[in-house]
Structure formats: C-alpha cells, structure tokens
T-cell receptor
C-alpha cells in the first residue's frame, strides 16, 4: 500500500543552523510534492511545491529537493530562527488523482535560541 | 479575502448526537476538501468536491458521515450518530482548481469532542 514517512521524532536544532526534514514514500509515483507548515491550533499553510521533473526548488531560506529514484524529498531551512518552530507536513499527489493530496504525519521542528 | 471560514471552532457533544460542521471556501475557488486530523492517523482526506460536485468520498470512514456542497460558497460535513472515536480536528480546505499543482488553503479547523 502507499506509504509516506516523515521523521517521527521531533527535530531540535540551534538557532542559525540548517534544519533538514525528510519525506520518504513507497508504492507511489507522485507527479509533485508539496510542503506545508502547521502551527499549534491552526490549519496547515502551503510553503513550496516541487514537480517530479524538478530536482530542487528554493524560496527565501527554504529549499526542497525531490529524488524520484530514492523516493525521497528533503526540506531545508537555512539560518533557522525560533519562529520557524512548527510541524512540517509533506504531501504527495499523482497525475491520475487530480488535486487529491496524501499527507505525511509531519515532523515537529523546534529551534532553540 | 478572509480565507477559509469554518464553524464552529469547537464542538463538544455526547455520543449519539448529530454534529454538523460548516465551511465557507475562499471566493472563486472551485475545489473544496474535508480532512480529519488525529495524533494517531495524521491528516486524512475524507471527501472532496469540484464545482460543488463530490469527486471522491473514499476517505469517508462510515455511512455515519455525509457531506454536501449546495453552492459554491458553502459546505457541510455531518456525523450522525456521533461516536467518541470521531473526536478529532476537522479541517476544510479550498483550492483554485482541481489540479495537482494547486496549493490548498486550509481553514482554522473545528475541534470535535464526542463524550
């Protein structure tokens, strides 16, 4: 069955360091992958989208990579700040499922000052 | 735009009661999604609509769950009768079109507690 796995344990890093979050998938051929941020008590907020034919996408301090051979996406936050502390969700969709997204469980990131 | 609006924000009810959750998508968005989030199962897609028509309801857990979208600006998710295992946060999201590259905009969620 289709499976999406994100780091199950919380990631704790020091302010200024680069945070790297992982999203692995099996039995799935996604057309694209999205990353969302979720703060406690709020709905997820879209951050970045990367297509299957793109290796890397950047937006300000954020960088996403997509390796369809490894079936993995990495999400990086450079020069991390305490305000980056949140849960980060990856979501996948393939061509024949329209806009239907399958979400990972999310990874909680904590950036300490 | 105010974003996706959901009501109520919190709902506490007793087992067996009917629960109705409401959602107003962003104006101009053609697709609407209902999700449920729990610690154990994460964020699960329940059902989604395109141009007010249900496209895929395979995520609806049981016949006790039903959803409607009578017009482009309103949708409901109903649970009848409710059970304690339905306790979760229910999110509504909308997107401009039902394309795989469209981002989804989520509402603040409804926290449902069934006693």
């Amino acid at each position: 069955s289709q499976k999406i796995e994100q780091n199950s344990e919380a990631l704790n890093i020091q302010e200024g360091k680069t945070a790297t979050l992982t999203c692995n998938y099996t039995n799935y051929s996604p057309a694209y992958l999205q990353w969302y941020r979720q703060d406690p008590g709020r709905g997820p907020v879209f951050l970045l989208l990367i297509r299957e034919n793109e290796k890397e996408k950047r937006k300000e301090r954020l960088k996403v990579t997509f390796d369809t051979t490894l079936k993995q996406s990495l999400f990086h936050i450079t020069a991390s700040q305490p305000a980056d502390s949140a849960t980060y969700l990856c979501a996948l969709a393939n061509y024949n499922q329209g806009g239907k997204l399958i979400f990972g469980q999310g990874t909680e990131l904590s950036v300490k000052p | 735009d105010a974003g996706v609006i959901q009501s109520p924000r919190h709902e506490v009810t007793e087992m067996g009661q009917e629960v109705t959750l409401r959602c107003k998508p962003i104006s101009g968005h053609n697709s609407l999604f209902w999700y449920r989030q729990t610690m154990m199962r994460g964020l699960e897609l329940l059902i989604y609509f395109n141009n007010n028509v249900p496209i895929d309801d395979s995520g609806m857990p049981e016949d006790r769950f039903s959803a409607k979208m009578p017009n482009a600006s309103f949708s409901t998710l109903k649970i009848q009768p409710s059970e304690p295992r339905d306790s979760a946060v229910y999110f509504c999201a909308s997107s401009l079109r039902l394309d795989y590259y469209n981002e989804q905009f989520f509402g603040p969620g409804t926290r449902l507690t069934v006693l």
